[in-house]
């Protein structure tokens, strides 16, 4: 049973460019959540994905933006970087999205941004 | 809103004795109560969940957390600690009337423990 997937592992970009992360949810999962975790930090919810809507957001600007595939796959994407954004992203993955369910999350992808 | 306090940075224990890892939660309406861990380098894994019922909650590798109401407390314990049990834990909540998945971490307690 494959768990949640993400890719790349590390990325490095300058101020001012783009970047987009992809997650593969958990095998039967169709919910998809993003979240950033800076160093020394709680993981701190970004936006959620189901029936490839933007279901809810947390207290991110516009510079990210995400997707969700028929596949249920998803992809972040951060606009205009800057050196804050430099973090552990982490992908999670749910069922139906029901309040009472586990959400499992992804090894995660490390952004620097120099 | 909702929020999570994780008082203390570090906990430090010897391998075979007790752990308590502490949470405290604020939340409008009725908790739901998460704990993960993580180990360096990696995602996090899912230990446990207080939904409703038992106050008592038993998860994965032997961890178990006890929910008090009255307190607003989560606090993951173990009976007895492994050296493998290092590792940084987080404790999360839900606000059940939300209606959505949205988790609200707290700052992670770092667990230490010695041969």
């Known amino acids: 049973d494959a768990g949640v997937t993400q890719s790349p592992t590390h990325l490095i970009k300058t101020r001012g460019q783009q970047v987009t992360l992809r997650c593969s949810p958990k095998?039967?999962?169709?919910?998809v959540s993003w979240y950033q975790q800076a160093l020394g930090q709680g993981p701190q919810f970004i936006f959620q994905y189901y029936e490839e809507e933007e279901r809810q957001r947390g207290n991110f600007p516009d510079r990210f933006s995400g997707h969700q595939f028929p596949n249920y796959s998803s992809e972040l994407n951060v606009n205009a970087l800057l050196l804050g954004d430099s973090a552990l992203y982490l992908c999670?993955?749910?069922?139906?999205?029901?309040?009472?369910?586990?959400?499992?999350f992804g090894p995660g992808t490390r952004l620097t941004v120099l | 809103a909702q929020s999570v306090a994780q008082p203390e940075d570090q906990v430090n224990v010897a391998e075979g004795n007790p752990l308590t890892v502490k949470c405290t939660y604020s939340?409008?309406?009725?908790?739901?109560l998460f704990w993960y861990v993580q180990y360096p380098n990696r995602g996090l894994q899912f230990l446990l969940k207080y939904i409703t019922g038992d106050n008592l909650v038993k998860g994965s590798y032997g961890f178990e957390a006890e929910f008090n109401k009255s307190q607003t407390s989560f606090h993951l314990k173990k009976p007895s600690a492994l050296v493998s049990d290092s590792a940084l834990y987080f404790c999360a909540v839900r606000d059940m009337n939300t209606g959505f998945q949205k988790l609200v971490f707290g700052t992670g307690t770092r667990l230490l423990v010695s041969p």
């Open positions: 095998s039967g999962h169709d919910t």
């Open positions: 999670a993955s749910s069922f139906r999205g029901g309040v009472t369910d586990t959400q499992y």
């Open positions: 939340v409008s309406g009725n908790p739901y």
